[in-house]
T-cell receptor, first 108, second 116 residues
């Protein structure tokens, strides 16, 4: 059975800290791995990763995929209170399989 | 335009009512999805339509009935729901569900459903 596991389940940090969120997966027919940020509404797209070792960056966020070890990490540097959200990792096979998410809380 | 539009944003319905959720996208995407999300849980896939044909049904009860009238529209018809069906219903779309790797999947803002 396909599965996607995220860790930690929750994280509490202070503004300015750097955080690393983890996502490991075991699936058949891997097509891509996606990261989403979810606040109170629908998930918003952050990154899509298809190739190992190529870092994707957007401002303070970056992500990388390791297809040999079957995991991805999402880094957030210099965290801000606006980064507080649930971060969802999802693996695209013939459908999108979500991990349980990591709830990040950033305090001033 | 990377927008998926869902209506209504909020819906309260009784257990004997019939209602529908609607989803629309104009990105030329040929795969559309319905997800259900309960509080503090990740989204769970319900249905996938690929080229207007139902390709995946994740054993969803028949009180949920999807419909894809054309490539831009996806409906979810609701009948005789239970209070435990109360959740956020998310529509999503992508270029193509199965054949192309690396499809970005875009979500609508969701419809909050409360069954009373």
């Amino acid at each position: 059975e396909d599965k996607v596991v995220q860790s930690p389940l929750s994280l509490v940090v202070h503004e300015g800290d750097t955080v690393t969120l983890n996502c490991s997966y075991e699936v058949t027919n891997f097509r891509s791995l996606l990261w989403y940020k979810q606040e109170k509404k629908a998930p918003t797209f952050l990154f899509m990763l298809t190739s190992s070792g190529i870092e994707k960056k957007s401002g303070r966020l970056s992500s990388i995929l390791d297809k040999k070890e079957l995991f991805s990490i999402l880094n957030i540097t210099a965290t801000q209170t606006g980064d507080s959200a649930v971060y969802l990792c999802a693996v695209h096979t013939d459908k999108l399989i979500f991990g349980t998410g990591t709830r990040l809380q950033v305090f001033p | 335009d990377t927008e998926v539009t869902q209506t209504p944003k909020h819906l309260v319905m009784g257990m004997t009512n019939k209602k529908s959720l609607k989803c629309e996208q104009h990105m030329g995407h040929r795969a559309m999805y319905w997800y259900k999300q309960k509080a503090k849980k990740p989204p769970e896939l319900m249905f996938v339509y690929s080229y207007e044909k139902l390709s995946i049904n994740e054993s969803v009860p028949s009180r949920f009935s999807p419909e894809c009238p054309n490539s831009s529209l996806l409906n979810l018809h609701l009948h005789a729901l239970q209070p435990e069906d109360s959740a956020l219903y998310l529509c999503a779309s992508s270029q193509e569900g199965q054949a192309i790797s690396g499809n970005t999947i875009y979500f609508g803002e969701g419809s909050w459903l409360t069954v009373v």
